[in-house]
T-cell receptor
Framework: EAGVAQSPRYKIIEKRQSVAFWCNPI?????LYWYQQILGQGPKLLIQ????????DSQLPKDRFSAERLKGVDSTLKIQPAKLEDSAVYLC?????????????FGPGTRLTVT | AQSVTQLDSQVPVFEEAPVELRCNYS??????LFWYVQYPNQGLQLLLK??????LVKGINGFEAEFNKSQTSFHLRKPSVHISDTAEYFC???????????FGAGTRLFVKA
């Protein structure tokens, strides 16, 4: 089966610019996650979708980050305006279901550099 | 709320030597435990998981982990490592009945020839 697809793989922008990342989960997976992974740290959950509804967005900086999952399939994460501290790898993952017992399948990530 | 501590940020080891990567967790309820591996420029992939039952869990690539409830630990072991095992390893925990998975900071395993 095809894995989780993400694009772009790399992005360099200047601070105060905007950027968008795209994710296509594994077919049939109801749950989609966006994580932020800062160099030297573990992934931190930004937002979790169950189909096209939000389960958890408690750590999403809502003044600058937004995410949507229209039609319960692919998803877009946007940052506007970007700050230097947003430099990180943004990982998308999906799972069959949202409960904690289910394995998450990760995409290759998008490496964002904000200058 | 649950939390995860990986006690070693880096573990250098010679090829064919045994290795143990340590993970401790904190939670007020029962948990599920996971180990994921991340190779350079790739996403994470599951090595093994503990949901219930036998406390010794075997995973892919010859890795195994043991759940110790009294010590709230889930250490990862491999009896003989290969150069190809060089990667970042993440311990993760989620509470039974919950939806959120918390990841540790990671341990970088570096296997030397």
């Amino acid at each position: 089966e095809a894995g989780v697809a993400q694009s772009p793989r790399y992005k360099i922008i200047e601070k105060r610019q905007s950027v968008a990342f795209w994710c296509n989960p594994i077919s049939g997976h109801a749950t989609l996650y966006w994580y932020q992974q800062i160099l030297g740290q573990g992934p931190k959950l930004l937002i979790q979708f169950q189909n096209n509804g939000v389960v958890d967005d408690s750590q999403l900086p809502k003044d600058r980050f937004s995410a949507e999952r229209l039609k319960g399939v692919d998803s877009t994460l946007k940052i506007q305006p970007a700050k230097l501290e947003d430099s990180a790898v943004y990982l998308c993952a999906s799972s069959l279901e949202g409960r904690g017992a289910y394995e998450q399948y990760f995409g290759p990530g998008t490496r964002l550099t904000v200058t | 709320a649950q939390s995860v501590t990986q006690l070693d940020s880096q573990v250098p080891v010679f090829e064919e030597a045994p290795v143990e990567l340590r993970c401790n967790y904190s939670s007020s309820v029962s948990v599920y435990l996971f180990w994921y591996v991340q190779y350079p420029n790739q996403g994470l992939q599951l090595l093994l998981k503990y949901l219930s039952g036998s406390t010794l869990v075997k995973g892919i690539n010859g890795f195994e982990a043991e759940f110790n409830k009294s010590q709230t630990s889930f250490h990862l072991r491999k009896p003989s490592v290969h150069i190809s095992d060089t990667a970042e390893y993440f311990c993760a925990v989620s509470e039974t009945g919950g939806f959120k998975t918390i990841f540790g900071a990671g341990t970088r395993l570096f296997v030397k020839a």
